[in-house]
C-alpha cells in the first residue's frame, strides 16, 4: 500500500508511525521547503530508522544497522550528486518496499481521506481482528514469534538455497559462504556483512539500476516490453541479494526475541518481492520449517 500526503509531516511522527506499523513494515520520507526531512522506518509497532536525509554524511556505523543495504545504496548514489537526497531518501523506500512513486501515479485519481489531529484511538472489530488474523503474511509473523531458534536458521537456510537456486547467485562465491553458515547455524560475522554488501548487493543494485536508466530512455513507460519493474528480473534479482544479506545475520541472541522479529521478518519479505506470484507458496513451506517441532 502507498500512502501519499500532500503538504504535511503527519505520517513522519513516531506516533504515527508505531501505529502504522504495528502489523507491519512502513518506510518513508518527508520534506519541506526549508529542508526539514525524516527519513524513516518502523517495524512492528516500533520507529527502527529515523535520519535526516540531507546530512546522510554525518550518519554514524550504527545508523546503517537496521536498513545497510538500501542505505548503504543511498550514499553511493549521493556520492555521484549529493544535491539529490531527495531522490536517493526516495531510493530506499523503493528498496525496502518494492513501491515506486511515479509521475503517472501522482498524475492519476486516487482515494483520499482527511481527518482532524490527533487521531482518535478505536479499538478493531470483530471483523478486522478475523481478517487480521486470517492474513497469511500475519500467520507468517506468528510462526517467526512462536519459533525455536534452530527452526529459525532451518527457515532461512530453506530461503537462501532458494534465491540462490532461482537467481543463479551461487555465481558470487559469498553466497556459497552465507548457505553454508545457515545450514550449521551460524551467523554471519561483521566482515561477511561487508563482504555481501560490496560483492552481492551493490553489484545487483547497480545492474538493476542501469537496466532502469535503460527503459527510462525507451518510450515504452513500463520498460521491457511492458512489463512492470517489479518484474524486472534485475530488480527482482537484487531483492533477492539483499534478502540473503538480513538472512546471514540470522535470529539475533541467544534466542528469538520479539524485538528480532522485524529484523529476521525483512528478510522473509525480500524474498518475497523477489519471489513475486511463487511467494504463496514458498511462504507456506516457510511456515512449516518453523512450525516443526
Not at 486516487?110 to 487480521?132: K, N, R, V
Not at 531458534?149 to 537467481?167: D, I, W, Y
Not at 538480513?246 to 541467544?254: D, L, Q, S, V, W
Amino acid at each position: 500500500m502507498m500512502l501519499f500526503e500532500n503538504n504535511g509531516f503527519l505520517g513522519s511522527l513516531p506516533e504515527v508511525l508505531r501505529r502504522l506499523s504495528r502489523d507491519g513494515r512502513v518506510c518513508g520520507v518527508y520534506w519541506d521547503v526549508d529542508g526539514n526531512n525524516r527519513l524513516s522506518y518502523a517495524a512492528g509497532g516500533r520507529v527502527l530508522v529515523r535520519l535526516d536525509a540531507m546530512f546522510w554524511d554525518e550518519w554514524t556505523g550504527d545508523d546503517f544497522a537496521v536498513l545497510e543495504p538500501e542505505l548503504r545504496a543511498m550514499t553511493e548514489l549521493l556520492s555521484g550528486d549529493e544535491d539529490d537526497w531527495q531522490a536517493a531518501a526516495m531510493t530506499v523506500v523503493e528498496l525496502v518496499t518494492g513501491v515506486r512513486l511515479t509521475g503517472e501515479w501522482l498524475a492519476g485519481t486516487h482515494p483520499y481521506l482527511t481527518f482532524q489531529w490527533p487521531l482518535a484511538t478505536e479499538p478493531p472489530s470483530p471483523e478486522e481482528l478475523a481478517e487480521y488474523r486470517n492474513d497469511p503474511e500475519m500467520k507468517l509473523r506468528v510462526a517467526v514469534e512462536a519459533a525455536s531458534q534452530s527452526r529459525q536458521f532451518a527457515a532461512l537456510a530453506h530461503v537462501a538455497e532458494l534465491l540462490a537456486t532461482r537467481f543463479r547467485l551461487g555465481e558470487f562465491p559469498v553466497v556459497r559462504d552465507v548457505q553454508a553458515d545457515l545450514a550449521a547455524g551460524r551467523r554471519a560475522g561483521e566482515q561477511r556483512i561487508v563482504e555481501l554488501r560490496e560483492q552481492l548487493v551493490m553489484p545487483l543494485a547497480q545492474r538493476f539500476h542501469e537496466t532502469d536508466r535503460d527503459d527510462d530512455d525507451d518510450d515504452d513507460v513500463d520498460g521491457l516490453d511492458g512489463v512492470s519493474f517489479e518484474e524486472n528480473p534485475a530488480w527482482q534479482r537484487m531483492q533477492a541479494g539483499i534478502a540473503l544479506q538480513i538472512a546471514a545475520r540470522g535470529p539475533e541472541g541467544t534466542a528469538l526475541t520479539v524485538a528480532d522479529i522485524p529484523m529476521v521478518f525483512d528478510a522473509y519479505h525480500h524474498a518475497g518481492l523477489a519471489l513475486g506470484a511463487d511467494w504463496p507458496a514458498v511462504r507456506e513451506a516457510i511456515r512449516e520449517i518453523l512450525s516443526d517441532a
